[in-house]
């Protein structure tokens, strides 16, 4: 597929639905290429990255059988620092990005145990990690409890505030000359087995030389897009917590700590402005965004566990919100069997991480129609080879 320049003024060479922070980030390297570029999205900005705690934590989330995708997120967090000094630059906005590190604690002998076989999976997988005593976790991290039996410091793994990541994106796709249109995209329009653009619910038809649907967990519900091209991805349930440090506490942590508990992840996210963001919880629960009780119960009782002295703390929000999974686990990047259609969704966990490097791989097959070598694993039709696969007759 060549990518289309088109002539008419009014219609825009790349149009993303979904103006997430990987529609957004889309767009605005998409513009500075050269495309006439929109964003469809009654919201620009919002999203799952208003819940998300912003861990850029390729190596302490390292899960077995994903590596493939460990690639992506180490070229990703590599990408990170002149990212974000870019972005800052062209907005003027503090993007919260700290270069703080990580230490994932064990609080008993089969937390140990799990840490013990995750630094044995970062030491073959190359992976900068260093195993610390309990004694030289709580030197480090004086807030810990006392009865932590040993941590990983992992220095590679940083944050960014993903909030005021998704408002400077907002700012950087304005200043590049991106159009918003702000409202929902109801149907895509697809006109001689090509997608054509866009109808939104306003009534609007929005043509496009190509159209990327970026829309997060409601990729795959999007009417009008053809069965075999729908994006197989679901919304993983996250509850978030944020809670505040008051200054005479300061500092309270000086990176992020996590710990599993009982079987759940939780982790601790200090910002430079008292913010202490606490998370997630991890649910197949459809499309609900509530709050319950027993999601609010469960990340306090476990984050207490890991540093007592934090129900001292004000609780200044909860929040749910829905990560886009995908059945790999990993993101869907590039064509797909639709001429015209492109999708950059399914990042699950990893969206705030795999930001920049998306926002180049998408630009990159804007502009040529190739997926660069290192986003291949990525392309969705990966999943339609499956389904054709499993389809033919024994
Ligand atoms: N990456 C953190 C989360 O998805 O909860």
Redesign the pocket.
Known sequence: MSPMHTSDTRAPDALVIGGGIIGLVTAWRAAQRGLATAVVDPEPGGGAAQV??G?L?AVT?LHYGEQTLLGLNLESARRYPDFAAELSEATGHDLGYRRCGTLAVALDADDRTHLRELHALQQRSGLESEWLTGRECRRLEPMLAPGVRGGLRVDGDHQIDPRRLASALVTACERAGVVFHRAWAERLNVRGERAAGVRTADGADLAAGQVVLAAGSLSGRLAGVPAHVVPPVRP?K?Q?LRLTVPRQYAPFLSRTVRAVVRGS?V?LVPRENGELVV??T?EEMGWDTTVTAGGVYELLRDAHELVPGLTELPLTETRAGL?PGSPDNAPLLGTTGLDGLLVATGH??????LTPVTGDVMAHVLTTGELPDHARPFTPRRFSAAATLTEQPA
């Open positions: 998300a705690a861990m934590a989330e993983v996250g978030v992840h982790y998370g997630a991890s990560r699950h966990r990893n969206g705030v991480l």
